[in-house]
């Protein structure tokens, strides 16, 4: 009788367990997700700027020469 007690309350924390790391992996999924948004974000505002730049000088260049 005893061994089924504890083979009932040892079941418990390992439910437990594996539902703290699913919620750890989910947490870190979310987190990995938004650090390559924001990484590939930074990346196409940078292009973006640089491209702006290269335009306002060519229409300077082809204004002004």
């Known amino acids: ?3 089924e007690v504890e083979t ?3 079941r418990t924390p390992a439910v437990a367990r594996k539902a703290a790391a699913g919620l ?15 990484f590939v974000t930074a990346i196409f505002w940078t292009v973006v700027v640089i ?3 290269l335009a306002v000088l060519w229409a300077v260049k082809t204004l002004v020469w």
């Open 51 to 53: 491209a702006a730049v």
């Open 8 to 10: 009932h309350r040892s």
């Open 1 to 3: 009788m005893q061994s």
């Open 24 to 38: 750890v992996l989910l947490v870190v999924a979310a987190l990995a997700l938004k650090i390559i948004i924001g």
